[in-house]
């Protein structure tokens, strides 16, 4: 079994066009996406492009705190 804290983590992903612009959470929504990560292999936060679908485009989705 693992001992201490586990290895992969569960992150989520955010739209970082919707955060910037504003949106109002409650009508639109922010773009969300649920990934895992290697704390060993990547301490620093990740960034993927993924398709936003309030911005119909591909946008940078960042993680985010819990």
């Known amino acids: ?5 586990d290895i992969r983590i569960i992150v989520i992903l955010e739209c970082t066009c919707c955060v910037r612009k504003g949106v109002n959470k409650e009508l639109l929504g922010i773009s969300r996406y649920i990934t895992q990560k290697n704390r060993h292999n990547t301490p ?13 485009k ?8 819990k």
């Open 44 to 56: 620093n936060r990740l960034e993927f492009r993924k398709f936003c679908r309030y911005c119909q």
């Open 58 to 65: 591909y946008t940078i989705h960042g993680e985010i705190k």
């Open 1 to 5: 079994m693992a001992k201490g804290k």
